[in-house]
């Protein structure tokens, strides 16, 4: 069964229908986007995803997928693509000698971690997550992806907050996006 992609106005039609806005959270003056509408409508989510896969790269072999809700975009978009999915995770949740990188946030740091041998060297790669936001995390789990010696293909997101500049953290990597939204 072959479903139509849909349209690009159709997209902008489900960010303001399935994207819920929280003024002042977590903090005063943030204005936090939630996708749980979106995830919990699957009709919407799979029209996402069929467009979404419409702005990668051919070829991908992995998909990694930032915890967490990297994890829950992640891993249909790699069924969809056919490629396997690999989840970074925070510190401390992976047996064995994971793949380990520390980086600064605005408001401390964090660590991430890539289970061991998850990736062939070569393989044709895609780093996934919800947001790019300031870029803090996307660039630690690409530079992390990298230690595996992978063609890194690009980085992809939901949303960006074109506001907080994460693009300039990431200049080295193509980068797409369902929805920018310019605050």
Do not use: C, N
Not at 125 to 134: N, R, W
Request: charged letters at 25%.
């Amino acid at each position: 069964m072959s479903e139509t992609v849909p349209t690009r106005e159709q997209i902008e039609d489900l960010r303001r229908s399935h994207i819920a806005e929280y003024p002042d959270f977590p903090t005063p003056g943030v204005l936090f986007r939630d996708i749980t509408p979106l995830l919990r409508d699957a009709r919407a989510l799979r029209d996402v995803i069929r467009y979404w896969i419409t702005l990668l790269p051919a070829d991908i072999e992995y998909v990694v997928g930032t915890e967490a809700r990297g994890f829950v975009l992640g891993a249909p978009l790699a069924y969809e693509l056919g490629a396997g999915f690999v989840p970074v995770r925070k510190a401390g949740k992976l047996p064995g000698s994971p793949a380990t990188l520390s980086y600064d946030l605005e408001y401390g740091s964090a660590v991430v971690q890539i289970p061991e041998d998850s990736l062939p060297a070569g393989a044709r790669t895609l780093m996934v997550d919800d947001l790019l936001a300031t870029g803090g995390t996307a660039a630690a789990t690409l530079e992390l992806t990298r230690q595996f010696d992978v063609e890194l293909l690009g980085a992809s997101f939901l949303i960006e907050l074109e506001g907080l500049q994460g693009r300039r953290k990431l200049p080295d990597v193509p980068l797409t996006t369902v929805w920018s939204i310019p605050d």
